[in-house]
């Protein structure tokens, strides 16, 4: 809905700025109106650039001849963020392993604690990571990986940190490899894990 809006203004202000140039370029230096719409014109790019870099669109001026401008240019990085189905992790598969042996309980997508159901997920994953003999930790992208791969749950690793990072009492660092942190259970968590799921 941003998007939109700011697309429509953008697109209003750069034909607003046209026209107005096409009005008064009789009596005002033509090159400084020119300047002052590209200007204009690059400051709204710029602006919509920083806030959706990856995407292109184009936006069409209402003038006689359909000019168009580039509002996005393509990058060529790919997205940090990946769908929980794109994820590769040997923990997961690990522990999904361990579950397809043994009569656990999977979590439902229903299942929530203090009536977060993301808790519950993570409360979920990492005990299973434990009973799993998983001593190093997993990552919130193991976590995230498994959750799809077991129970069809997806959740992106950006959410799971954020309750990772909001339940301190019940999740704890265990290890890091460079830039990735590795999490299991406290004892409390522990408690509610067997409580809830076992």
Known sequence: ????????FAMKAYSRAYEAKERIKDTINSELVQSYVRGLKNAVIAGIERQ???ESETLETSSGAHRRSTLFARKGRKSSIRPAKEIGSERADVILRKLENGSFKLVAKSDSLDGKKSLAYLVWALGHAELADVTEGVSVHDVSALLYRACKIDLYPINISRVVYGNPVLVRQVGQEKRTKKYLLTKDGKAIFTAKFL
């Open 1 to 8: 809905m941003l998007k939109e809006q700011l697309v429509g």
């Open 52 to 54: 959706w870099p990856t």
